[in-house]
């Protein structure tokens, strides 16, 4: 599971501009039969129709999704609590099978789509969509109240965005830059949302002088004067300033 856990990392990025043709998009709850943990639905897409399953899970829990159909690009997209349109698996780079523990609590969207070119052709697709949640999931730590004078970034659930150094692989240290949003809480207390360049996205939560990242991902840290030097899988290197987590 840990392997797969760390390629569906490497796919976590923005939703592709015009990779999806954004049509009427249907909302639909997903619920489980008593004592089941997982649901088959069928459905059909005609054109730019989408269709968004809804259904609430726990961090820590692993949410297992499944597509069969006909069509070569029918494909599903999943998308965090709270997302604008960003997932943390994109179908259409990925496949047509997904399994990932989840970093938080809240409701999870699994996006049905037709890719562009057929939904302009006004194309159908009929599909089965498979969903489970196993595990009994953990509350990740709060991070407490910020400071009421934290102001956040206007349309966003940030408290700030930037760039910090970064670096993938056996790349020279901090050779990039990665995007950033902070979601800030009791003063030494964050979550940071890193986008490095290639598709990555990662969640760090930094509580009580601890570090912690989202599923299941190996973590080594350090401190280099006021920055927090964050090693994931022996693959991703990050720079965190104390000012990204404090402010200021």
């Known amino acids: 599971m840990g392997s797969l856990f760390v390629r569906f990392l490497m ?7 015009g990779a999806w ?3 009427a998009i249907e909302s639909v709850p997903v ?3 008593k004592g089941a943990s997982s649901a088959t639905l069928t459905g059909t897409l005609k054109g730019d129709r ?3 399953y809804r259904l609430r899970a726990r961090a820590g829990q692993t949410l297992s999704v499944r597509l069969e159909t006909g069509h070569t690009v029918n494909y599903f997209n999943v998308l965090p609590p709270g997302s604008r349109d960003e997932a943390i698996f994109i179908g259409s780079t990925q496949g047509t099978e997904w399994t990932g523990q989840l970093a938080s609590d809240g409701e999870y969207t699994v996006r049905v789509y037709l890719m562009r070119s ?3 052709r006004n194309e159908t697709a009929r599909y089965t969509l498979t969903v489970g949640i196993t595990g009994r999931g953990q509350s990740a730590p709060s991070l407490d109240r910020a400071p009421a004078g934290d102001a956040r970034v206007a349309g966003t659930s940030y408290h700030a965005t930037g760039q910090v150094p970064c670096s993938m692989g056996a790349a020279p240290a901090a050779s990039a830059q990665c995007e950033f949003g902070v979601i800030r809480g009791a003063p030494g207390n964050a979550e940071v949302h890193v986008t490095p360049p290639g598709g990555l996205r990662r969640v ?5 002088g601890t570090v912690s990242a989202d599923g299941d ?3 080594q840290t350090g401190r280099e004067g006021d920055v927090w030097l964050v090693n994931v899988n022996d693959y991703e290197h990050y720079r965190i300033p104390d000012a990204v987590i404090s402010g200021g």
């Open 11 to 17: 796919a976590c990025a923005l939703l592709p501009a």
């Open 21 to 23: 043709a954004a049509g």
């Open 31 to 33: 619920r489980f039969a």
């Open 50 to 52: 989408i269709v968004n």
């Open 118 to 120: 057929a939904a302009r």
């Open 204 to 208: 760090l939560r930094f509580v009580g």
């Open 217 to 219: 991902a190996r973590l």
